[in-house]
């Protein structure tokens, strides 16, 4: 009886949450559109943009993989170096995190982490900030092509700009409360010598065209799994987030069409317009979606662009807002708990994540200046 005495609290929490959702949904725009326009509107999301999506991870998975067996990767490390220790405060080697998750997503610097010739080199504030450091370049080539594609191109640019400047942020504000929590963790190193082993080489040398197949295909590979895993987030979050976007359709009346809905989030934006377009150069109150959807999945963010772009609400600022926050962003709160706790840090999961959320503000503000300065230039 105790037992299930204490799952009634959350249980009636959470139906009262869900009756008031689409209760308030179903009350604008009857129970019968409601259900046909997510039904039609995940639909759509399915075929027309997450297949795109999962094409460029094919494609960018694929690139992704020939420059990491081509020494690419290892040239790409080298030449970022310098930028470390004065940026972000890290040693030379997390230029590599940065360089992996930037061609595939957030938890590759975890799996890099776990590498003890990786981690020897960071004291364990560094070494613990590095979730914040990797995620701030999370599909960091899928959010540029995709903006690419859209037609820009010095935008994406930019956006990548203040993207670093967010991870900055980010990852030096996280390093503070690490050491404020923990002042040891300040001189500690993150891997004990006696724990790193040497590890030889026993790949056996295959030939450059086997090589260069066997690239593409395991990045291609790769890929398709990336793709397979935003189409939970793109058909969920991005369905929701548009119900609450979105309006009636033209003639004024809910039909049940996707895409509709009740405009709620406009609405709060047209409230702190003032604060968005100050801090982000937003001219309407619809593009305050994108961010919000960004917390999830940036794949999920994504997929609002091109219905941003048909309405007409899509500018060069936008891109380059849309392309640093997605980027600094890039799904953090679906990742940093499970990222922490792979790393055996789970405890500072809430520190990181409001430095990253600190982090991804930052980088949208620099973004839009330096767009501003851009034009005027």
């Not at 204490?6 to 129970?31: D, E, H, N, R, W």
């Not at 390093?175 to 010598?193: G, L, M, S, W």
């Not at 500018?315 to 890039?330: E, H, K, L, Q, R």
Request: with cysteine.
């Amino acid at each position: 009886m105790k037992r299930i005495m204490k799952f009634i609290p959350s249980g009636v929490v959470c139906l009262v949450i869900f009756f008031l959702l689409f209760g308030y949904l179903a009350s604008q725009m009857g129970t019968a559109n409601m259900l046909n326009t997510i039904m039609r509107t995940a639909h759509d999301l399915l075929l027309n943009t997450v297949f795109y999506l999962m094409a460029i991870c094919v494609i960018t998975g694929a690139i992704g993989r020939i420059f990491v067996e081509f020494g690419v990767v290892s040239l790409l490390e080298k030449l970022l170096r310098p930028l470390m220790k004065p940026v972000f405060n890290l040693p030379g080697v997390a230029s590599l995190g940065a360089v992996l998750t930037f061609l595939s997503d957030n938890p590759a610097i975890i799996s890099l982490a776990q590498d003890k010739r990786f981690s020897a080199y960071f004291k364990k504030f560094q070494f613990i900030s590095l979730t914040n450091f990797g995620t701030a370049f999370g599909m960091g080539l899928l959010v540029i092509v995709f903006m690419v594609g859209q037609g820009y191109f010095v935008e994406p640019l930019i956006g990548l700009f203040g993207a670093v400047c967010g991870c900055a942020v980010s990852t030096r504000l996280m390093q503070y409360f690490v050491i404020k929590a923990y002042p040891q963790y300040k001189h500690e190193d993150a891997c004990r010598a006696d724990e790193v082993e040497e590890i030889e080489a026993k790949e056996v040398e295959k030939p450059l065209f086997q090589r260069i197949l066997d690239s593409l295909l395991d990045g291609g590979r790769t890929g398709v799994d990336v793709g397979m895993a935003i189409i939970p987030g793109v058909l969920i979050i991005s369905t929701l987030v548009m119900l609450f976007t979105f309006g009636p359709s033209a003639s004024g009346e809910f039909s049940g069409a996707a895409y509709e809905g009740v405009q709620l989030l406009p609405w709060i934006g047209g409230k702190l317009s003032f604060i968005f377009s100050f801090l982000f150069g937003f001219h309407d109150p619809h593009l305050i979606a994108f961010p919000i959807t960004a917390l999830g999945a940036v794949g999920a963010a994504l997929g609002l662009i091109p219905n941003f772009a048909a309405a007409g609400w899509i500018d060069g600022n936008a891109i380059a807002v849309f392309t640093a926050i997605g980027m600094c962003w890039s799904g953090y709160l679906s990742t940093h708990t499970a990222m922490l706790d792979a790393i055996g840090y789970r405890e500072l999961t809430s520190k990181a994540i409001l430095a990253h959320t600190i982090g991804g503000i930052a980088a949208a503000i620099a973004a839009h200046w330096v767009f501003m300065l851009y034009s005027v230039i």
